[in-house]
């Protein structure tokens, strides 16, 4: 079975501190994406990672930054944490083989931001 | 652009068929998926449709027309274990998914 875990389920933070998310996926897939899902938004991307020190932007990247040195780990980073930070984050991961791939995710983490 | 319309909530009784909507516009379009999510966790893949048709897979089904930009999901036979959000979700023309914003379905005894 595939496994994708992440550091936290749950984190509490202040405005303005810096967060680090870190997710590991145990099948050597090829892709990475980080997502954050908020009440009636459903999931928005905000970076995906195709390969090791590979990164793109997804739909919402402002305010995050990211890093994957080793193909099982990719990180989120927060660098100055606001409240409207306050959410779930997901972290996913998908064969390279065929583009229809499922992802599979990880147990996410709730953030809230005070 | 792209867009993709599900009901919030649905509310189903235990035993019955319940049907979840998904309606989608977009340019591009490589296939669209299903999943379900339990409150608090991780979503889970459900299934994945690229034709047009019916697709079976025990107790849950998927159908996909992309002429009418529309699918369903059917769950039949409910438990109260289905109680969840499901989720879909387009892959688009550059393989990147697209999501709905979930419908959660409550079922009652």
């Known amino acids: 079975d595939v496994k994708v875990t992440q550091s936290s389920r749950y984190l509490v933070k202040r405005t303005g501190e810096k967060v680090f998310l870190e997710c590991v996926q145990d099948m050597d897939h090829e892709n990475m994406f980080w997502y954050r899902q908020d009440p009636g938004l459903g999931l928005r991307l905000i970076y995906f990672s195709y390969d090791v020190k590979m990164k793109e932007k997804g739909d919402i990247p402002e305010g995050y930054s990211v890093s994957r040195e080793k193909k099982e780990r990719f990180s989120l980073i927060l660098e100055s944490a606001s409240t409207n930070q306050t959410s779930m984050y997901l972290c996913?991961?998908?064969?390279?083989?065929?583009?229809?791939?499922?992802?599979?995710f990880g147990p996410g983490t709730r953030l809230t931001v005070l | 652009g792209q867009n993709i319309d599900q009901p919030t909530e649905m509310t189903a009784t235990e035993g019955a068929i319940v049907q979840i909507n998904c309606t989608y516009q977009?340019?591009?379009?490589?296939?669209l998926f299903w999943y379900q999510q339990h409150a608090g966790e991780a979503p889970t893949f459900l299934s994945y449709n690229v034709l047009d048709g019916l697709e079976e897979k025990g107790r849950f089904s998927s159908f996909l027309s992309r002429s009418k930009g529309y699918s369903y999901l059917l769950l039949k036979e409910l438990q109260m274990k289905d109680s969840a959000s499901y989720l879909c979700a387009l892959l688009d023309s550059n393989y990147q998914l697209i999501w709905g914003a979930g419908t959660k379905l409550i079922i009652k005894p």
């Open positions: 996913a991961s998908r064969s390279g083989g065929g583009e229809t791939d499922t992802q599979y």
């Open positions: 977009t340019s591009g379009f490589n296939g």
